[in-house]
Nanobody, 117 residues
Framework: QVQLVESGGGWVQAGGSLRLSCAAS????????MGWYRQAPGKQRELVAR???????NYADFVKGRFTISRDNAKNTISLQMDNLKPDDTAVYFC???????????WGQGTQVTVSS
């Protein structure tokens, strides 16, 4: 079983920055993909960014150039540095781990990010 715990959400004015972190615990393979998704009220959950075990990253177009995802394999953590935040970035942000073996998906409880104009 895998547990994911997010931290770092909060309130910020447009143009500001926040840093989210996610710590993974439990028993899991190092061959995994970790990422951040978000869900705004009335909208579907969407991918923000993900990072593969080898370090390759993918970003949604709407965050390219503003957000940076990173991971520390030794500590089983990932982070999301969010700069130049916009009101449209307001959402609950969820940490995700996809285990390649068995294609199992795990989610954190989510952390609220609110960006005011």
């Amino acid at each position: 079983q895998v547990q994911l715990v997010e931290s770092g959400g909060g309130w910020v004015q447009a143009g500001g920055s926040l840093r989210l972190s996610c710590a993974a615990s439990g028993t899991f393979s190092s061959h995994n993909t970790m990422g951040w998704y978000r869900q705004a009220p009335g909208k579907q959950r969407e991918l923000v960014a993900r990072i593969f075990s080898g370090g390759t990253t993918n970003y949604a177009d709407f965050v390219k150039g503003r957000f940076t995802i990173s991971r520390d394999n030794a500590k089983n953590t990932i982070s999301l540095q969010m700069d130049n935040l916009k009101p449209d970035d307001t959402a609950v942000y969820f940490c995700n781990m996809l285990l390649l073996l068995g294609n199992k998906n795990y989610w954190g409880q989510g952390t609220q990010v609110t960006v005011s104009s």
